[in-house]
């Protein structure tokens, strides 16, 4: 049973990162400095990584998904070389039945409406043509450790996003300043490029959440500067749905209240987003259609939330197994007690998961007024929201979770 630590907002967290609010102000540093963040994002990165194996396929539409690659693949011609194999004998969609999904597509095949998180069967029905390819992990992750290893020689302040994107302090950078970070953004660009054969996509704004959206108006193979100046004419007609923390639950709420696009909502009275959304989300929405944000780009992710879990060796009763299911139950919150005060953090939430025999799961969470990394407080709040779960069916695998976390002092580290 190993700990878990999640460094990516979980169905535990809030939709909406907190930010901090206020103007946009200088960064840290120099004052004379004004921030430069910028935002990289791989193109069709799964897709590219495949088209370096296979060039035959460039320019037409590939999808990725549907397994994971086998050593025995089909595709594996014996002596002739990958690049050599003709196109016509690579699988396609065509005919695909299954309940496979696509990772992500070649632009080519993305004009037939084809994408990330679809089925493969839909996908075939739009775009029978499009070859079929599986998905190899383990090279995209080299691929990932390469891009970002070219990245930190010139810009050392990266923070690590996930495998294909990043976020980049250019403020500091010698020479990130000139034209607003088009200088640095090409020169990494072009780096990248000769370094993996692949193509990203840069954005470079006053702050990571225009950063973000910046990255995504050029793609791919684009850079785009986005100045404070600009908000209005670049980033305000955008969806809010751009806006990175808004999911589907507040784009709904928002579109309820005929809220469409980003300057739509920026001329929402601040208070009026309170009332709707509450004080935390709908100041931070406020914030962010402004184009407000102050966080830091972190160069070591933290941890959103930490959690321990097990599946039972026979599925366990509720009832007649009470006493074997409370001392794991009892033994779980020590471990991520133990997990928490070794590495240094205390949260909020406390939640549980639970998996039943017909290995449907339910989760129970709540926020407490203080921060705790004990076990007896953690095994209380779990027990509270134990309590308002469903316990006829027979468990298969009981969680504990800890979230919002924030840096608890340490006994032997000076706060
Ligand atoms: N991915 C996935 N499932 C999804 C979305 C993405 O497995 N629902 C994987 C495949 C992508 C990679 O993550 O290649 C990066 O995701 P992006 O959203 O950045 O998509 P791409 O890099 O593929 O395309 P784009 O050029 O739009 O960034
Ligand atoms: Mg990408």
């Known amino acids: 049973?190993?700990?878990?630590?999640?460094?990516?907002?979980?169905?535990f967290d809030d939709e909406a990162p907190a930010l901090g609010a206020g103007l946009v102000r200088e960064g840290a540093g120099s004052a004379a400095q004004p921030r430069r963040i910028a935002h990289l994002d791989m193109d069709a990165f799964y897709a590219s990584v495949e088209l370096l194996r296979y060039p035959q396929l460039k320019g037409l539409?590939?999808?990725?998904?549907?397994?994971?690659?086998?050593?025995?693949?089909?595709?594996?011609?014996?002596?002739?070389?990958?690049?050599?194999?003709?196109?016509?004998?690579?699988?396609?969609?065509?005919?695909?039945?299954g309940r496979g999904v696509i990772t992500t597509a070649t632009y080519a095949a993305r004009q037939f409406g084809v994408g990330s998180?679809?089925?493969l069967?839909?996908?075939?029905?739009?775009c029978p043509q499009a070859v079929l390819l599986p998905v190899d992990f383990e090279e995209y992750r080299r691929f990932s450790r390469a891009f970002k290893a070219v990245i930190t020689e010139i810009a050392p302040v990266m923070e690590d996003r996930g495998v294909d994107e990043v976020y980049i302090d250019f403020t500091q950078v010698p020479g990130g300043q000139r034209e607003g970070g088009l200088a640095l953004a090409r020169l990494i660009q072009r780096s990248v490029f000769d370094a993996t054969g692949l193509t990203c996509s840069i954005g470079v704004a006053p702050n990571k959440l225009l950063a973000k959206m910046a990255s995504e108006l050029r793609k791919?193979?684009?850079i785009s500067i986005v100045q404070e100046?600009?908000?209005?004419?670049?980033?305000?007609?955008?969806?809010?749905r751009k806006i990175n923390g808004v999911g589907p639950k507040a784009d709904k709420k928002l579109t309820a209240l005929g809220i469409h696009t980003i300057g739509e909502l920026a001329a929402q009275p601040r208070d009026n987003l309170l009332r709707h959304f509450g004080k935390s989300q709908g100041a931070w929405l406020h914030d962010a259609a402004w184009g407000r944000d102050e966080r830091p780009v972190v160069t070591e992710s933290e941890p959103v939330s930490m959690s321990r879990e097990t599946t039972f060796e026979r599925d366990l009763h509720a009832v007649r197994d009470?006493?074997?299911?409370?001392?794991?139950?009892?033994?779980?919150c020590e471990q991520l007690a133990a997990d928490l005060q070794r590495k240094g953090y205390a949260g909020r939430t406390v939640g549980i998961k639970l998996r039943y025999d017909d290995f449907t799961s339910v989760t129970r969470d709540m926020t407490l007024p203080t921060l705790v990394a004990e076990a007896s407080a953690i095994r209380q709040a779990a027990g509270l929201c134990l309590k308002r779960a469903p316990l006829t069916k027979r468990l298969r695998l009981l969680g504990v979770r800890v979230g919002t976390l924030a840096r608890a002092a340490r006994p032997d580290q000076p706060s």
């Open 61 to 97: 539409p590939v999808v990725i998904g549907g397994g994971r690659r086998r050593v025995d693949n089909a595709l594996q011609g014996g002596e002739r070389a990958l690049a050599d194999i003709p196109v016509a004998e690579f699988p396609t969609l065509s005919g695909y039945s």
């Open 1 to 11: 049973m190993l700990p878990n630590v999640q460094h990516q907002p979980s169905f």
């Open 229 to 240: 100046a600009d908000l209005t004419k670049l980033i305000w007609p955008l969806a809010c």
């Open 121 to 126: 069967m839909k996908a075939a029905a739009l």
């Open 117 to 119: 998180a679809m089925g």
């Open 220 to 222: 791919p193979n684009g």
């Open 322 to 332: 009470r006493q074997a299911l409370s001392e794991v139950f009892t033994r779980l």
